[in-house]
């Protein structure tokens, strides 16, 4: 399976609509890996050959917090530096091929919103253009590399005048954080334990049990396991001879713990997992469309660079998920268009492919869409009230969180 985007379904055209505002999410490009497969050999991660190349990418750039101010710890960053992959290189880190496919994405970009649609000037411009990514290095690196394809003259230019914005991972919204809030982390231990509710996932991890030649069923874990696959696919490393047929089928596995990590095990405790994953990002992209709407938004296009994990957690919130999961480089955007009578409304693009929540069509009116969505925008406070409070299931099921954590993938 292919882990880059490149595209898909034509956009439906609406021609008496005028773009006014693009908010984008995407995905890192292919990156080391950050988990090993036990019981198999290593690939070897170079790190004299992984990183080499796509001096296109690498233009300057500077981080600074939301406020302005200066950077953010690298927390993350520094936990995965505490570990070397065999070949030298860090977990987690973008690779040149990653790069690249970032790249790539933003010459699309350029294409459709500069030359094209004439949305975006010729040259960039930091009051037009916002660009925030979580305060990881593959993240941060994806953003540049993404820039440099849009705006090829930002390589010459000085570090000052690109400037990416970061939060402290503790008050990252970015991404489902099992981490920082309590809860959410209760549920994804709570799940690790109880997988069983998956239908099949037991049967398929005793196999893989197996083919592993693990001690017990419990020792296969369908993400890391996953993880380390398709980072291996990716750059072009080898895979495991006994893997080699079971890609595909870790993916799926992998995948729906990942889904019900992130919105909830089942219907009745979707929402109320959905609002401590996503809820606070939620309400930004909410915040952010409404005043698009007000006209008090300043630069009309928006760039967050962020993961998986991200992507899925959104896509299930839009009640748009496609159950894929998200390629590398992959982009979801939110297009906001306005009518000659001031009306607004909102498409939502994924690798290229419109999609439309149920109960509407579009192009869909904001109102209505902001509307479907309202109670999954949570406020910060309400956030931490949340989190700071057992979800209602789990109290239900006796809030038997165990001690291993399935782990949502950041």
Not at 74 to 88: H, I, M, V
């Amino acid at each position: 399976m292919d882990e880059n985007a490149d595209g898909g379904v034509p956009v439906n055209k609406s021609p008496d609509l005028e773009l006014v505002h693009v908010e984008i999410f995407i995905r890192h490009g292919a990156r080391t890996t950050m988990n090993l497969i036990p019981n198999v050999e290593s690939a070897t991660w170079d790190k004299d050959k992984l990183f080499v190349g796509a001096d296109e990418a690498r233009i300057e750039y500077e981080v600074k917090s939301l406020e302005d101010g200066p950077a953010p710890f690298w927390t993350s960053e520094a936990r995965y530096r505490t570990r070397t992959l065999q070949g030298g290189s860090y977990p987690g880190q973008l690779t040149a091929k990653g790069m690249m496919q970032l790249y790539e994405l933003g010459e699309r970009l350029r294409k459709e919103y500069v030359d094209e649609k004439k949305f975006l000037p010729s040259e960039f411009d930091p009051s037009v253009i916002y660009i925030r990514s979580t305060n990881i290095a593959r993240t941060q690196e994806s953003a540049r590399s993404c820039l440099a394809g849009m705006y090829k003259d930002l390589l010459n230019k000085p570090k000052g005048l690109f400037v990416i914005h970061s939060e402290d991972e503790k008050k990252e919204i970015l991404y489902p954080s099992n981490r920082h809030c309590e809860h959410l982390g209760a549920h994804t231990k709570w799940l690790s334990k109880h997988l069983d509710i998956i239908p099949g996932l037991s049967e398929e991890r005793k196999l893989l049990q197996k083919l592993l030649d693990l001690e017990k069923e419990e020792d296969v874990n369908f993400i890391h396991i996953r993880d380390d696959l398709f980072a291996r696919m990716s750059n072009d490393l080898p895979v495991p001879e006994q893997l080699q047929s079971k890609a595909d089928d870790v993916e799926k596995w992998a995948l729906e713990v990942t889904r019900a990590q992130v919105m909830g095990a089942s219907e009745e405790d979707k929402e109320e997992v959905l609002q401590v994953s996503v809820g606070p990002l939620m309400k930004m992209i909410s915040d952010n469309l409404r005043s698009v709407a007000d006209g008090k938004m300043g630069a009309k296009f928006h760039v967050y660079a962020c993961h998986d994990s991200s992507i899925i957690a959104l896509l299930s919130a839009f009640d748009v998920f496609d159950s894929q999961w998200p390629p590398f480089a992959a982009d979801l955007r939110f297009e906001v268009y306005k009518d000659s009578e001031g009306n607004h409304f909102l498409k939502i693009i994924y690798v290229g492919k419109e999609l439309t929540p149920p109960n509407l069509s579009s192009p869909m009116p904001l109102d209505a869409l902001l509307a479907q969505i309202s109670h999954l925008a949570v406020s910060a406070e309400k956030y931490s009230g949340l989190c700071d409070v057992p979800l209602k299931w789990l109290q239900d099921a006796g809030n038997d969180s165990g001690e291993q954590s399935a782990g949502i993938g950041v």
